[in-house]
């Protein structure tokens, strides 16, 4: 069956270092990966994905993730957080049915200290 | 503005009664989702939609009922609220292009609490 993982629950970075949340993954058959953002109080928000192609997707607000098939890994860094990077971000992959649907990651919340 | 609404915003419900979030997307994306967000467990998928007509069960049905009598509305039905349906509630709608889906759009959520 489909999973994701988020091995951390939260992560604290200081404001101009870099980051890195980490997901890993497991599907049958060729992974559709996706990252999202969540603010207090809000839906939400698309960041980036990966379907095929360049292992190094980039995606909004200068996020970027690193699909490493071996690893069964996707991780999303940003070279320089800002305190406004702060919020909940979540992992997810599509369920491998022909759907749509996605199984997300229970979370990793992102601090980042002025 | 294009997107996804969600109404109510928040709402406190006895045990027992029968309440519908609603859910309208202006995007005419085919498919539609509605999530649970619970702390801790991320989110879950209760129903789906492909398709105006279609609807599937997703990881955490039972309790819950979806209609999708148009492209851009997803109503989702509790018929008797619990407790344990207490939780933030997200909509979600995605563009189907083939057998391909792109990415979700989500609402704004409606944050339900059952007493």
């Known amino acids: 069956a489909q999973s994701v993982a988020q091995p951390e629950d939260q992560v604290n970075v200081a404001e101009g270092n870099p980051l890195t949340v980490k997901c890993t993954y497991s599907?049958?058959?060729?992974?559709?990966l996706f990252w999202y953002v969540q603010y207090p109080n809000r839906g939400l928000q698309f960041l980036l994905k990966?379907?095929?192609?360049?292992?190094l997707v980039k995606g909004s607000y200068g996020f970027e993730a690193e699909f490493n098939k071996s690893q069964t890994s996707f991780h999303l860094k940003k070279p320089s957080a800002l305190v406004s990077d702060s919020a909940l971000y979540f992992c997810?992959?599509?369920?491998?049915?022909?759907?749509?649907?996605?199984?997300f990651g229970q979370g990793t919340t992102l601090q980042v200290k002025p | 503005i294009a997107g996804i609404t969600q109404a109510p915003t928040s709402q406190i419900l006895a045990a027992g009664r029968r309440m519908t979030l609603r859910c309208t997307q202006d995007?005419?994306?085919?498919?539609m989702y509605w999530y649970r967000q619970d702390l801790g467990l991320g989110l879950r998928l209760i129903h789906y939609?492909?398709?105006?007509?279609?609807?599937g069960k997703g990881e955490v049905p039972d309790g819950y009922s979806v209609s999708r009598a148009n492209t851009d509305d997803f109503p989702l039905t509790l018929a008797s609220a619990v407790p344990s349906q207490t939780s933030v509630y997200f909509c979600?709608?995605?563009?189907?292009?083939?057998?391909?889906?792109?990415?979700?759009?989500f609402g704004p959520g409606t944050r339900l609490t059952v007493l």
């Open positions: 995007m005419r994306h085919n498919a």
């Open positions: 979600a709608s995605s563009a189907r292009q083939g057998t391909a889906y792109n990415e979700q759009f």
């Open positions: 599907v049958s058959g060729n992974p559709y």
């Open positions: 997810a992959v599509r369920d491998g049915s022909n759907t749509g649907k996605l199984i």
């Open positions: 939609s492909n398709t105006a007509g279609t609807t």
């Open positions: 990966y379907i095929t192609g360049d292992n």
